[in-house]
């Protein structure tokens, strides 16, 4: 898997100052996307043990509230298997932060319904997600006014709450 940045200090993509990377890879060519040059699988670096660790070590301090996955797209099937394990260490070192995850594909629709890559693989990043922003980014429907997604079509999910009810549970703004 290539990842295009990881910025270690962003305050755009979740709430508070979060570390974040961006992955290589998609598959969806949303219209307008701020991030095309990352459809490409094969743009940027490749993301290796060294850059899991930048990560870890940036997330150290207590200022900083989370981490959040972008692209490209996480969930295309040839990232989740550079991802999962990832996310799991993420997890296991610093429980008390959050991952945020952005995902062009449907939470029910693609992602819990098992269509996208492997379904284990899917579940266990799922696991270590705390929100997930779904759905493509829609050009027509862009609102500039909305917090942390681009589109009005796009949706702030709470994970591991939507599972245990079998329902989304929608974010509303606190801090997670």
């Not at 701020?34 to 930048?54: I, L, R």
């Not at 870890?56 to 996955?69: R, T």
């Not at 050009?139 to 989304?168: A, C, T, Y």
């Amino acid at each position: 898997m290539n990842f295009a940045t990881i910025k270690t200090h962003d305050v755009a993509n979740g709430p508070g100052v979060r570390v974040s990377l961006f992955v290589s890879g998609c598959t969806h060519h949303c219209k307008g996307c701020f991030n095309s040059e990352t459809w490409d699988f094969a743009y940027g670096e490749p993301f290796t043990k060294e850059q899991e660790d930048k990560i870890l070590e940036a997330l150290a301090p207590s200022f900083i509230k989370g981490f959040s996955l972008l692209g490209g797209e996480p969930f295309e099937p040839e990232n989740q298997k550079g991802l999962y394990e990832f996310l799991e260490r993420i997890k296991k070192a610093y429980p008390e932060k959050t991952i945020w995850c952005y995902s062009g594909y449907d939470f029910e629709a693609d992602l819990l319904a098992g269509k996208i890559g492997d379904w284990a693989i899917t579940k266990r990043m799922l696991g270590c997600i705390d929100v997930i922003v779904d759905g493509e980014f829609v050009e027509e429907l862009k609102n500039p006014g909305l917090r942390f997604k681009g589109s009005e079509n796009q949706r702030i999910i709470k994970v591991r709450e939507s599972m245990e009810k079998d329902e989304v549970v929608l974010w509303d703004n606190e801090e997670v």
